[in-house]
T-cell receptor, first 113, second 114 residues
């Protein structure tokens, strides 16, 4: 059974800082790993998708890496801005033919001006 | 291209009632999945539909059911509502079934059970 853990649960940083969010998963037989952003009371916005055959993906100031052997993924945010404040969720797609997304509990990020 | 839409956005019901939530996927997407989000349990998978067939099901009681129509729109139904069913219900669509596909989420339906 896949379990996804995100550390830290909350993070507060000053504007401009580079930061790393961590995600670990127990089942390395994942199809892909996806990072999402969720603003309060809203749905999920897909940020980056890393297929199991890939090591990393980049989009603008965001870079996500995937290490299946260690069961870890990281989301790197460069030059953080107050608008980056949100909850960041990682989710692994696994389960063989009964595949589904298993989510971590998220990291609440606050970027202070 | 329009994103995933969910209706209604907010619902208030009382215990024992039933509720139906609707999800319209991104145009061309044929897979729709449903998730429940609560502060205590986080996001949990309910079920997935593809081509009008339920492909996968999470660990929820039979009070939770769903269906998908020929135009890929999906509905989920919760019968005999309990206080613990209060949650944000999210649906996600992807272009086709299969574990490697990117999931795109709608804004959710906030259900409050009194």
């Amino acid at each position: 059974k896949q379990e996804v853990t995100q550390i830290p649960a909350a993070l507060s940083v000053p504007e401009g800082e580079n930061l790393v969010l961590n995600c670990s998963f127990t089942d390395s037989a994942i199809y892909n790993l996806q990072w999402f952003r969720q603003d309060p009371g809203k749905g999920l916005t897909s940020l980056l998708l890393i297929q199991s055959s890939q090591r990393e993906q980049t989009s603008g100031r965001l870079n996500a890496s995937l290490d299946k052997s260690s069961g870890r993924s990281t989301l790197y945010i460069a030059a953080s801005q107050p608008g980056d404040s949100a909850t960041y969720l990682c989710a692994g797609m696994s389960g063989g033919s009964n595949y589904k997304l298993t989510f971590g509990k998220g990291t609440l990020l606050t970027v202070n001006p | 291209k329009a994103g995933v839409t969910q209706t209604p956005r907010y619902l208030i019901k009382t215990r024992g009632q039933q509720v139906t939530l609707s999800c319209s996927p991104i145009s061309g997407h044929r897979s729709v999945s449903w998730y429940q989000q609560t502060p205590g349990q986080g996001l949990q998978f309910l079920f997935e539909y593809f081509s009008e067939t339920q492909r996968n099901k999470g660990n929820f009681p039979g009070r939770f059911s769903g269906r998908q129509f020929s135009n890929s729109r999906s509905e989920m139904n919760v019968s005999t509502l309990e206080l613990g069913d209060s949650a944000l219900y999210l649906c996600a669509s992807s272009s086709f079934a299969g574990g490697g596909n990117e999931q795109f989420f709608g804004p959710g339906t906030r259900l409050t059970v009194l």
